[in-house]
Nanobody, 115 residues
Framework: QVQLVESGGGLVQAGGSLRLSCAASGSIPRFNVMGWFRQAPGKQRELVADITKGGSTNYVDSVKGRFTISRDNAKNTVYLQMNSLKPEDTALYSC?????????WGQGTQVTVSS
């Protein structure tokens, strides 16, 4: 099994920055994708960004140029650097680990951006 531990998040003013981290542990399959999803109140969960073990990335259009996803494969950790945050980025951010064997979710970390 795979376990995820998230950190980061919090309250920040518009224009500020936050960094989220998510560390995976356990039986880590060789091929996997790690990413961040978010869900705001009253809205559907959406993919924010994901990254393969080889470093290929994918972003939702609304965060392109502001957010950067990266990973440290030696630590099985994925990071989401969020810059120029906007109030509409306010949501519960959840880490996801996906492979042929597993589809695991973190507990989520709240990001609140004040105007």
């Amino acid at each position: 099994q795979v376990q995820l531990v998230e950190s980061g998040g919090g309250l920040v003013q518009a224009g500020g920055s936050l960094r989220l981290s998510c560390a995976a542990s356990g039986s880590i399959p060789r091929f996997n994708v790690m990413g961040w999803f978010r869900q705001a109140p009253g809205k559907q969960r959406e993919l924010v960004a994901d990254i393969t073990k080889g470093g290929s990335t994918n972003y939702v259009d609304s965060v392109k140029g502001r957010f950067t996803i990266s990973r440290d494969n030696a630590k099985n950790t994925v990071y989401l650097q969020m810059n120029s945050l906007k109030p509409e980025d306010t949501a519960l951010y959840s880490c996801n680990f996906y492979s042929a064997e597993y589809d695991v979710w973190g507990q989520g970390t709240q990001v609140t951006v004040s105007s």
